[in-house]
C-alpha cells in the first residue's frame, strides 16, 4: 500500500505554470511540441492534469541538457 506522503500531487495547467513561474500559454505550448521539451501530462476528460514530481522531474532533465550544451 502506498502512503499518501508517497503519492504525487495532480496539478492543473495553471498550478504547472505558477510552479514553473512561466504563462500558462507557455505550458500548453509544451505540452503540444512532439520533441523531448513535452511537458508529461495525463488528459482525463477533457482536463489535463500533470504528475508534480514527474514535472519537477522534466525541469532537473532540462537543466541537465542545457549544461550538458
Not at 513561474?21 to 492534469?49: C, D, F, H, I, N
Amino acid at each position: 500500500m502506498t502512503s499518501v506522503s508517497q503519492q504525487s500531487e495532480l496539478l492543473t495547467v495553471r498550478q504547472v505554470a505558477e510552479l514553473l513561474q512561466v504563462p500558462v500559454s507557455w505550458v500548453y505550448g509544451r505540452m503540444r511540441k512532439r520533441s523531448l521539451e513535452q511537458l508529461p501530462a495525463y488528459r482525463l476528460g477533457k482536463y489535463w492534469r500533470f504528475d508534480r514530481n514527474e514535472v519537477l522531474a522534466w525541469v532537473v532533465r532540462h537543466q541537465a541538457n542545457r549544461e550538458a550544451a
